[in-house]
């Protein structure tokens, strides 16, 4: 493995990669694939694969991973993960990152994943949580968002704030999987991989990087208009100002993550 930055190192996110690099994917579906991200750090940790489908509610993201995925064996699909059009246990793996506290049904939707995961199948999920060791730069990127997720609620999407530790464990405790491995990452296992992490972990001030943040934050002012509570459009515009201003002096980076790799049991589905 090349040589890792410090906290990157004693982060957990190696030992996710150790992990992942014993496993041999087969055919994998990602359910609220995004633009891909997933399949990206999955196609370069598992020990092997033979095809990745990915599937998202989101046209949008959707269009953006077609292009990224042009030139190779990934389908992609639009579709509700609450009743995903796949046969009973007719994928190897079963994946999903960044997307629990996403859904409106996270019931329907792991039992969806679950039916379609052949027994013996690996459900791997990846998580970002809340009550971590956070530096204040980590801190800063969970504060906005929150607000971020205050925003989309409020404009009727579903976008809760980031789970706890222990919420994460009990949903996934309550799935029919023997063996669940638990990892815990100080940073999510994507910045192990990410070419940009000198710019953002190790350099959380880096002025590049800050402006993004800044940038996502007057996106979302802008957004803000179309909200009818006006009493919340002053907090959330006042609270994205000191978002801001904490951008600026603690710097932004993405917090810790908890990784679940469970085995789908013989005997049914939830
Ligand atoms: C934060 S993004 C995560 C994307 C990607 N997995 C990643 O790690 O970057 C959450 C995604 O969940 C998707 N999503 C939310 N509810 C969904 C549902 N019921 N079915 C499919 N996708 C859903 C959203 O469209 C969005 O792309």
Redesign the pocket.
């Known amino acids: 493995m090349e040589s890792l930055p410090g906290g990157m190192t004693e982060s957990g996110a190696a030992k996710i990669r150790a992990r992942l690099g014993q496993i041999s994917g087969g055919r994998i579906l ?9 399949i990206d750090t999955l196609m370069i940790t598992l020990k092997d694969y033979d095809c990745f489908v990915g ?4 046209r949008k ?1 959707l269009k953006s991973a077609t292009k990224r995925f042009k030139d190779q064996s990934v389908k992609l699909a639009e ?4 009743s995903l059009e796949f046969d009973d246990a007719s994928f190897d793996t079963v994946s ?4 629990l506290h ?4 996270t019931d329907e ?1 792991l039992a969806e994943m679950l039916r379609v995961l052949k027994p013996g199948g690996n459900l791997i999920i ?1 998580e970002e949580f809340f009550d971590g060791n956070h530096t204040e730069a980590q801190k800063t990127n969970l504060l906005q968002h929150a607000w971020d997720a205050q925003i989309d609620s409020l404009l009727g999407e ?1 976008h809760k704030t980031t789970f706890t530790k222990h919420r994460i464990e009990e949903i996934i405790g309550n799935l029919q999987l023997e063996p669940v491995e638990i990892f815990e990452s100080a940073y999510p296992l ?1 910045c192990l991989l990410c070419e940009k992490r000198s710019e953002c972990i190790e350099d959380p001030k880096n002025q590049g990087r800050i402006d993004g943040m800044i940038k996502e934050i007057d996106d979302n002012l802008e957004r803000l208009e179309k909200i009818a509570d006006a009493e919340a459009r002053v907090r959330l515009r006042e609270s994205g100002e000191e978002l801001k201003e904490r951008n600026r002096k603690f710097g932004n980076t993405p917090p810790s993550a908890l990784f679940a790799i469970g085995r789908k049991t013989f005997k049914g589905s939830v």
């Not at 359910?31 to 891909?36: D, F, N």
């Not at 579709?79 to 609450?82: D, I, L, S, T």
């Not at 996403?102 to 049904?105: A, G, K, N, P, Q």
Request: charged residues 25%; hydrophobic residues 35%; without cysteine.
């Open positions: 990602d359910v609220a694939t995004g633009e891909g991200d997933f599937i998202d509610i989101s993201d579709m509700n993960a609450e999903m990152a960044y997307s996403h859904l409106e049904r939707v990846q579903t994507g």
